[in-house]
């Protein structure tokens, strides 16, 4: 298949409810990993004991929620959502296993079923720069937040500061099998421009922003588990990776593979990223 002609990107339909599965088994690793982006993230949504807050595309951990569940003294209501049933359904259970009172529901970041102005504080993990028009989204949260209430977004920094992230991305396109990211259209990358992410934040009609960086470190236990990683869990490129024959997967696998040698720790890989949070408001 040709690359232009590859079924690939954010937009693949079904794609997250395809990749849930493995997000949910990922889902204590990916906390973990993320654990002192969560944590920032819930300095900077200084949530008040009686707000209403809510995380959109919670994915199956809704981690942002469930810290701020733990919170001690939080008494006020706490919501999360995604698109995707399976991420909506695994986070509800894993709430119910950890005891967290979390109403979760189905919802889109375009077109939340949320009343104007009812919301305090919104929350939403690496979910902008996946959207065809990250504006809308933003404008959407803007809606529905109340005047003195604030939205706390996280996005990727730059390919060149999550080195790791474009290695398979690289692999596929050279085999043909992955369009390279256009600028412009959905890609973990889109929102790294920290000027441009704030103009947005502004068009969408908040009044301020501010930025903070969180270096992140993936960490993976061996190359099975990097293979998993990419195989299962990497969005589009893990849905070009299953729809391989195994020769092409082993290939595919092996020069990926000694690509992430820079990245070796002992047994397994650190991987090097970092994480943007902006926090906007009225
Ligand atoms: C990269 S994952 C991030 C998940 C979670 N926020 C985290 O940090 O672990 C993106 C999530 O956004 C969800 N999603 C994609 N498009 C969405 C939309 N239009 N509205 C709500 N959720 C969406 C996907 O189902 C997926 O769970």
């Excluded at 270096?215 to 195989?231: G, I, M, N, Q």
């Amino acid at each position: 298949m040709a690359a232009q002609d590859a079924p690939m990107g954010f937009g693949a339909e079904g794609m997250w409810d395809t990749l849930a599965g493995a997000w949910d088994d990922r889902g204590e690793w990916h906390a973990t990993v993320t654990r002192e982006l969560t944590e920032a993230m819930l300095e900077s949504l200084d949530p008040q004991p009686h707000d209403t807050v809510i995380e959109v595309a919670c994915g199956p951990t809704a981690d942002i929620a469930s810290a701020v569940a733990r919170r001690p003294g939080f008494t006020g209501t706490i919501r999360a959502g995604d698109l995707s049933a399976p991420m909506v359904q695994a986070a509800e259970r894993r709430a119910l296993r950890n005891n967290l009172d979390i109403t979760f529901l189905q919802l889109d970041v375009t077109e939340l079923p949320l009343k104007s102005g009812s919301v305090d504080r919104l929350a939403a993990r690496w979910i902008y720069m996946l959207l065809p028009d990250p504006l809308q989204g933003l404008s959407e949260a803007a809606r529905v937040l109340r005047p003195t209430g604030s939205l706390v977004f996280a996005v990727f920094a730059s390919a060149a500061e999550n080195p790791f992230f474009m290695v398979p991305g690289a692999v596929l396109a050279e085999h043909g099998l992955l369009r390279p990211p256009v600028p412009g259209q959905p890609s973990m990358f889109a929102l790294a421009d920290v000027n441009g992410t704030h103009q947005l934040v502004r068009d969408a009609g908040f009044t301020s922003s501010s930025v903070r960086n969180v270096p992140l470190t993936y960490r993976l236990a061996d190359p099975d588990d990097l293979w998993s990683l990419v195989s299962h869990f990497a969005g589009p490129i893990s849905l070009a990776v299953r729809s391989q024959d195994e020769h092409t997967r082993d290939e595919l696998r092996g020069e990926i593979e000694r690509r992430a040698e820079q990245f070796r720790d002992g047994t397994g890989y650190a991987l090097p990223g970092l994480a943007r949070i902006f926090t906007a408001s009225f």
